[in-house]
């Protein structure tokens, strides 16, 4: 169960990480929330608008959100409950500028709104790879075949011809690619734009790319040239607010596009066990300072709050975890004892809907 609602955390936060011009993400006004061991919808004034019902659900995307009924075949409903496509699929995610990934037999492809199958289930899928998103974004999808990946069109066809170990998607007309143990960015037409010489690269936000050299991190800009010297332990993605948080020693702060310090390191890290895959995932934000709709959460001590652009608290520290915000709510945990609560707050640190788990 404690699994399940990590995950929930994960999809929040891989909605509303900081975007690109803007990387805008409607997730119509609905919440998962998960009770008596079933998922089900609130909206925005906690209202259950549909019952919890489902074996797992995901968040809102293109007007539908992907469910299980059985955990085993998925499919996608709409704002109603009513599905819209049948559970079918072993397995589904969100709808991205149109489509939506499913897996059949091991295979990927996708689907329209419709249900229609637009391309047909054909690339490779491995669970938990990470180094691909398999969503499109500005046209384009990472796709694998056999151990090299590349990138399609909506008609499945290869653009970008898979040779690269690994590839991130498109944002600001650049990608990140591994090539020979070294990541470099390629444009659509798939000819290297910055020479693989990273360490670690991660996509463009806001005209900036993080990269990492050696152990430190920095940005650079579109030709590959350093904006922001490597100076960093850790970093993140600029975010809509300009911000971007990095950690400096043990302690995490914020730069503005020109490197210089406009919140001074003073908030913690995490305290999560990355062995495990999902808690890993939930540790790469926590702690950081990723802006989301004007505020971020940071951590001081054991407890999460979130700050504004200024480095105040607007709300006080006070939970075990807090995710960033996606259209007015957030995600947070408080320990309670052997249980532990759960709810959406409002930017006031209203709870609107919360539950004991």
């Known amino acids: 169960m404690k699994t399940r609602v990590l995950l929930l955390a994960v999809l929040v936060m891989s909605f509303s990480a900081c975007g690109s011009g803007k990387r805008s993400f409607d997730n119509s006004g609905l919440y998962p929330i998960f009770q008596d ?8 004034s906690g209202n259950v608008v549909i019952q919890p019902q489902f074996q797992s659900a995901r968040i809102f995307s293109d007007g539908l959100a992907c469910v299980s009924v059985d955990g085993a075949k998925y499919g996608y409903i709409n704002k109603s409950g009513t599905f819209v496509i049948n559970p079918q699929y072993d397995g589904a995610r969100s709808f991205s500028e149109g489509l939506a990934m499913i897996v059949v037999d091991k295979k990927v492809g996708y689907v329209d709104s419709t249900g229609k199958v637009a391309i047909a289930p054909q690339f490779e899928f491995a669970f938990g790879d990470r180094e691909l998103s398999y969503s499109f974004s500005e046209g384009l999808a990472g796709v694998r075949t ?5 990138y399609i069109d909506k008609s499945g066809k290869f653009v970008i011809n898979p040779h690269f170990n690994a590839c991130l998607p498109f944002y600001d ?31 463009f936000t806001y005209g900036l790319g993080l990269v990492k050299i050696g152990r430190k991190y920095g940005y650079v800009d579109g030709a590959g040239k350093l904006a922001i010297n490597p100076q960093f332990d850790i970093a993140t993605p600029f975010s809509d607010e300009g911000i971007a948080g990095v950690r400096m020693g043990d302690k995490w702060g914020g730069i503005d596009k020109t490197g210089r310090l406009v919140i001074n390191p003073q908030f913690d ?4 066990d990355r062995t495990d895959l999902v808690l890993e995932v939930i540790a790469r934000d926590l702690g950081r300072i990723t802006f989301s709709e004007g505020l971020a959460s940071v951590r001081t001590g054991e407890k999460s709050g979130y700050i504004d652009k ?14 960033p915000f996606v259209g007015g709510l957030a995600l947070v945990r408080i320990e309670n004892g052997p249980h532990a609560e759960w709810g959406w707050i409002d930017k006031t640190g209203k709870y609107v809907w919360k539950t004991v788990v």
């Open 269 to 272: 890290g995490n305290t999560f």
């Open 310 to 323: 200024s480095g105040n608290y607007v709300i006080n520290p006070q939970f075990a975890f807090a995710s």
């Open 37 to 44: 061991r079933k998922w089900g919808y609130i909206d925005k």
């Open 173 to 203: 007309k650049l990608a990140p690619v591994l090539i020979d143990n070294k990541w470099g960015y390629v444009d659509p037409t798939g000819k290297i734009s910055i020479t693989p010489q990273f360490d670690l690269a991660f996509p």
């Open 146 to 150: 056999g151990d090299k990946c590349g």
